[in-house]
């Protein structure tokens, strides 16, 4: 059996979903940008989270699993065009520094699921012109998180979107084997393509790195022992890996789009009107 708590932390509501023995969980804080907080297996938490950035409602939360929507990465000077007209916008977007609501729990034997939602409002409309439905489940099944996801689009013309997700994992080690059919990546730090033969050394790097892995399955090792299975929607055709120095944690990131896209326009992904895309992510400890 599952179930599902809330706590108050710091004027915070935090929900927990977990196994009965309290042997696997999930926590999210649907204040701070319905982000998770803490993913747990076998009794061990597996996400690395500066709680400090947490409780800062000026910070943006350094640790977890953000929500970067409706892009992921960056733009150059933080700006792009669209119909003719200038908008600025954060890294990553919008969804990660904006409350989401909770509209939906529910638990069985099996599973323990949370529905949270973000729209649009006149707070994003200056930086996203378009109406807006986001809404994400998060499910926890025996050691996976799966996280559905919806966007659709309320307005009367198209919208383009490359979400991501951004997981901060746990790790000591700066290197990251990955079992993928990718050849090459791409490194921010010089902006040259470099082959790749099975892993990456992070350390000392201060930009991240993408690799184009969109067979939409990936086995990634980390401090030597840790096996994660990832599995996403085809949409995802990128793994993005970055870290920071001085800090435990990698991440690896399922990405959309390589960052800038909203600027290339080679690549988004256009929602029709009242239309959505539905798609996902899967994280397996093994």
């Not at 119909?83 to 904006?98: C, F, Q, S, V, W």
């Not at 499910?139 to 919806?150: A, P």
Request: proline share 4%.
């Amino acid at each position: 059996m599952y179930k599902i708590e809330t706590y108050e932390e710091k004027s915070f509501v935090m929900y927990q979903l977990s196994s009965e023995d309290n042997s696997s969980w999930i926590k999210v804080c649907p204040e701070r940008g319905g982000i998770i907080i803490g993913y747990g297996v076998d009794g061990k938490e597996y996400l690395y989270l500066n709680e400090e950035t947490l409780y800062d409602r000026k910070q943006n939360v350094r640790g977890g699993i953000p929500i970067l929507f409706p892009i992921s990465g960056q733009l150059k000077d933080k700006k792009y065009d669209w119909d003719g007209k200038t908008y600025e916008m954060p890294n990553h977007g919008l969804a990660r520094i904006h409350p989401w609501e909770v509209i939906d729990t529910k638990c069985d034997e099996e599973k323990a699921s949370i529905s949270i939602l973000f729209e649009s409002s006149i707070g994003t409309k200056g930086t996203f012109p378009f109406d807006f439905e986001v809404v994400f489940t998060y499910t926890l099944k025996q050691n996976q998180l799966f996280i559905h996801q919806s966007y659709r689009n309320m307005d009367t013309k198209q919208m383009p979107i490359y979400p991501g997700l951004h997981p901060y994992f746990k790790a000591k080690s700066k290197v990251i084997s990955l079992d993928t059919e990718a050849t090459t990546y791409f490194d921010y730090n010089d902006n040259e393509e470099k082959p790749f033969d099975g892993k990456v050394d992070m350390e000392g790097l201060k930009e991240a790195v993408v690799l184009e892995t969109d067979h939409q399955k990936l086995e990634a090792k980390y401090d030597e022992h840790i096996d994660l299975h990832i599995e996403t929607g085809s949409e995802f055709r990128y793994t993005v890996l970055w870290t920071q120095a001085g800090k435990d944690f990698v991440c690896i990131e399922p990405f959309a789009a390589k960052t800038g896209e909203l600027n290339r326009k080679d690549e988004l992904i256009m929602v029709e009107p009242k239309d959505s895309l539905e798609t996902w992510v899967s994280f397996q400890i093994v």
